[in-house]
């Protein structure tokens, strides 16, 4: 006897619904996405308790006629392609005419539709679990209106599932915000137990992106624009000290479709790369559009992963045009020490007066006046290069100073921190990585000047490689020499050095060459960003003060200036924090 059997379409649809439809946000996506499809101009969302309950979408769209309207609702019925070769041409969101005959099957579902002008007469279907149980005629507006009621009626596992509404809501937001931002042309509303979300009006991609993140966010956004044969990339990022901790203001539309794409993520993530920490995400909204045929969309039900043809080529665009927006413009924050703005940085700062301790010290601070006379400051270019050990001092001693110089009071902890005061709190510096972002930016600028300092080395140091290491290292001979480095011999198997960067300590020389070679990157990406991004980078690590090292409140003092005339302070050249402001506010609550 045969055993085996074609699915019943109700047992078929819900299969489906369970690759389509998970949650209520997966509802709020098909219904939005069909709406556009139908060229409406505004499109209104109501849901209540987090979808749950209702979600329900009307739009002014083409709507459908007596006939679509009764087939709509079946398994792979769809409007917008005939034949396999159309998945190659898509224009529409839609197109595998699984999306209605889904959610039916979970639901209890009401479609009314008017093909004609408002108030003339259309049709209504009301389905349960996928199954017809009305027919009408009704007036109606002119466009579509679909209810999807109580989701998952019929599947209690399902409805079990569901988180609390706060969270499904923030799912549904989620949604809402890929396809609003993105049709920006079209006017939406969007309503939650009768509290009205969103009402945007039709407008620019940029206002769109402020209506929705708040008026903040204009002055975080930085242009993006790219234009090449493969693909034309426009939009925005945030600077990078708006970067959060959190994916949420991540997107990526191609060809006007939301999608995640997590090595075109990676792209932008490395062009950010020094200017934020590694536990924070770049904020982005980019469009990229490629030709129809270059890119399949048809490889996830819900459509949100896609493949291109050229994602190696797309990438670079990505970054370089990118890293070129950020350069362009001026990515550092404003660092207005006068004014008591709101520096908004993603770190400890966030959401406080923050003040920057560069000149926000108390010029007559001097605890000590009646006791000693204030020492003449006689200001001596201060270099980090010429550290020695024994300059270093005792934190007594330290504090000493600070008192007789009438200076900038700061001091070092375990030889490791700087520690100084604001108006507002205590700032803690970790010197090394304050030191390297220091020299990185330092070392950036040098590679554009003309003509740099040179170290000769009484002793020239031999370097032994294999031939393929030599050839990598041919890459940045010229960066290298530009920067002061003198190369005796550059020879098939080693090579002899008798100059370096005046700020490189000599006994890091193979070290620093030896991190070259780790950093592979560079040989694969010809860009000349990069690889001066990494020679400034390794540089600078390799020229640093250590995390372990006394140095005197002179130093410290300048170290500290330096640091905040960084274009970025925030984070080492590594993405790492650098200091940390504990307010007085936390202070207080301490005791
Ligand atoms: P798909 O969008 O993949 O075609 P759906 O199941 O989402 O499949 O929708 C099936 C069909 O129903 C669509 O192709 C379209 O013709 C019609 N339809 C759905 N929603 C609307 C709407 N809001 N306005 C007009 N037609 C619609
Ligand atoms: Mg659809």
Same mark, same amino acid.
């Given at each position: ?178 396809? @609003? /931002?993105?049709?920006?042309? =079209? ?6 137990? &009768? %509290?009205?979300?969103? +009402?945007?009006?039709? $407008? ?120 070129? @927006? /950020?350069?362009?413009?001026? =990515? ?6 006068? &004014? %008591?703005?709101?520096? +908004?940085?993603?770190? $400890? ?126 890459? =940045? ?115």
């Amino acid at each position: 006897m045969s055993i085996i059997k074609l699915l019943p379409d109700s047992v078929a649809n819900q299969i489906a619904a369970g690759e389509v439809v998970q949650r209520p946000s997966s509802v709020v996506k098909e219904l939005l996405e069909n709406s556009i499809d139908s060229g409406a101009k505004t499109i209104k969302l109501i849901i209540k308790d987090a979808g749950k309950t209702l979600v329900q979408v009307i739009d002014d769209g083409i709507g459908m006629n007596k006939d679509d309207l009764k087939k709509c609702f079946f398994r792979h019925t769809t409007s917008k392609i005939r034949s396999s070769k159309d998945l190659y041409s898509l224009e529409t969101m839609g197109f595998r005419g699984e999306a209605l005959s889904s959610i039916a099957s979970v639901s209890h579902m009401s479609i009314i539709s008017n093909q004609d002008t408002n108030d003339s007469l259309g049709f209504e279907i009301k389905l349960d679990g996928g199954e017809e149980k009305l027919f009408n005629e009704i007036i109606s507006s002119k466009g579509t209106t679909i209810s999807v009621k109580n989701l998952f009626f019929n599947i209690p596992a399902r409805r079990n599932f569901l988180k609390s509404d706060n969270v499904e809501l923030k799912h549904i937001i989620d949604e809402f915000h890929r396809i @609003s /931002l993105i049709n920006h042309e =079209i006017n939406f509303i969007f309503i939650n137990n &009768n %509290n009205e979300l969103f +009402n945007l009006s039709k $407008s620019i991609f940029k206002e769109r992106i402020i209506r929705i993140f708040g008026n903040s966010s204009k002055q975080k956004l930085i242009p993006i624009s790219e234009e090449t044969d493969i693909a034309t990339i426009s939009g925005f990022v945030f600077k990078p000290e708006y970067s959060r901790k959190t994916r949420s203001t991540q997107f990526f539309f191609v060809n006007n479709r939301f999608i995640k794409n997590s090595h075109l993520n990676h792209a932008v993530k490395t062009a950010y790369e020094g200017l934020i920490q590694d536990n924070l995400y770049p904020s982005y909204f980019l469009k990229i559009n490629v030709p129809l045929n270059s890119i399949d969309v048809n490889i996830h039900p819900n459509k949100t992963e896609i493949k291109f043809d050229n994602d190696q080529s797309i990438y670079a665009i990505l970054k370089s045009s990118i890293k070129h @927006s /950020l350069g362009q413009f001026n =990515i550092a924050p404003t660092i207005d020490f006068d &004014n %008591n703005i709101n520096l +908004n940085t993603p770190y $400890s700062f966030k959401n406080r007066e923050a003040s920057i301790p560069k000149v926000d010290y108390n010029q007559a601070f001097n605890p000590f006046e009646n006791l000693t006379s204030p020492v003449d400051l006689k200001t001596k270019d201060f270099d980090f290069t010429n550290f020695d050990d024994s300059v270093g001092q005792d934190h007594f001693k330290n504090e000493l100073e600070i008192l007789k110089t009438n200076s900038f009071p700061s001091f070092q902890l375990k030889s490791k921190y700087i520690i100084t005061k604001t108006s507002s709190g205590i700032v803690i510096i970790n010197q090394k990585r304050a030191h390297q972002r220091i020299l990185y930016e330092k070392f950036l600028k040098e590679l554009s000047n003309k003509v740099n300092p040179i170290q000769t080395l009484l002793f020239p140091v031999k370097l032994d490689f294999n031939s393929e290491e030599i050839r990598m290292l041919k890459l =940045i001979e010229a960066p290298l020499i530009h920067l002061g480095f003198k190369f005796n011999a550059f020879e098939p198997e080693n090579i002899e050095i008798s100059g370096i960067h005046p700020f490189l300590n000599q006994n890091n020389i193979n070290e620093l060459f030896q991190d070259f070679l780790k950093n592979k990157d560079y040989n694969q990406d010809n860009a000349v960003h990069t690889l001066n991004d990494l020679i400034a980078k390794l540089l600078a690590k390799y020229s640093s003060i250590s995390s372990n090292e006394s140095i005197n409140v002179k130093l410290q003092e300048s170290l500290v200036n330096d640091l905040f005339a960084c274009k970025d302070p925030n984070v080492s050249p590594f993405g790492k924090l650098i200091f940390k402001l504990i307010s007085l506010e936390e202070i207080i609550k301490i005791f």
